[in-house]
T-cell receptor
Framework: GQNIDQPTEMTATEGAIVQINCTYQTSGFNGLFWYQQHAGEAPTFLSYNVLDGLEEKGRFSSFLSRSKGYSYLLLKELQMKDSASYLCAVKDSNYQLIWGAGTKLIIKP | ETGVTQTPRHLVMGMTNKKSLKCEQHLGHNAMYWYKQSAKKPLELMFVYSLEERVENNSVPSRFSPECPNSSHLFLHLHTLQPEDSALYLC??????????????FGAGSRLTVL
């Protein structure tokens, strides 16, 4: 079966750095997405990786290793507004999106 | 505002009621989706419409009935639901369902409670 694993919950301190991991086992691979979802709001797109390596977008970076079936989302200089759930999703060989259950990130002052 | 608007935001219904969820997108996208989001579970894809034609129906019970009258509007008709159907129902749109990099734009969801 197809599966995406990510931690259920993480806690970090304002101003610090946090890394949210995502591992996947899918039938084929056509890209990996990260979305952010604040409580009661729509999930919003953060990043897309299809090639190995690091993609940086301001305070957020996303890394992909296809050989290891592994990605991480790195958040730097954490702010209170970064408290949210972070969803990892992979497109398989049929372009179906396989979703993880999400990681709830709690930022403490 | 994401460009995808869902109404109502909250809905409470009894098991014998009939209600509908509405989704409207103002992004010029060709594909629209219904997802179910339950606490601590992955998003579950329910239906996909591409150019107003249903292209996917993921073994969803018949008490959920989608309707896509045009490429900007999507409905989910609800009838004789069960308490386990209580969840957040998310609508999304994209430029097309099958390309690799197409990004989903979500609405804020309709929180459904079935009593």
């Amino acid at each position: 079966g197809q599966n995406i694993d990510q931690p259920t919950e993480m806690t970090a301190t304002e101003g610090a750095i946090v890394q949210i991991n995502c591992t996947y086992q899918t039938s084929g691979f056509n890209g990996l997405f990260w979305y952010q979802q604040h409580a009661g709001e729509a999930p919003t797109f953060l990043s897309y990786n299809v090639l190995d390596g690091l993609e940086e977008k301001g305070r957020f970076s996303s890394f992909l290793s296809r050989s290891k079936g592994y990605s991480y989302l790195l958040l730097k200089e954490l702010q209170m507004k970064d408290s949210a759930s972070y969803l990892c999703a992979v497109k398989d060989s049929n372009y179906q999106l396989i979703w993880g259950a999400g990681t709830k990130l709690i930022i403490k002052p | 505002e994401t460009g995808v608007t869902q109404t109502p935001r909250h809905l409470v219904m009894g098991m014998t009621n009939k209600k509908s969820l509405k989704c409207e997108q103002h992004l010029g996208h060709n594909a629209m989706y219904w997802y179910k989001q339950s606490a601590k579970k992955p998003l579950e894809l329910m239906f996909v419409y591409s150019l107003e034609e249903r292209v996917e129906n993921n073994s969803v019970p018949s008490r959920f009935s989608p309707e896509c009258p045009n490429s900007s509007h999507l409905f989910l008709h609800l009838h004789t639901l069960q308490p386990e159907d209580s969840a957040l129902y998310l609508c999304a749109s994209s430029t097309g369902p099958s390309s690799g990099a197409n990004v989903l734009t979500f609405g804020a969801g309709s929180r459904l409670t079935v009593l």
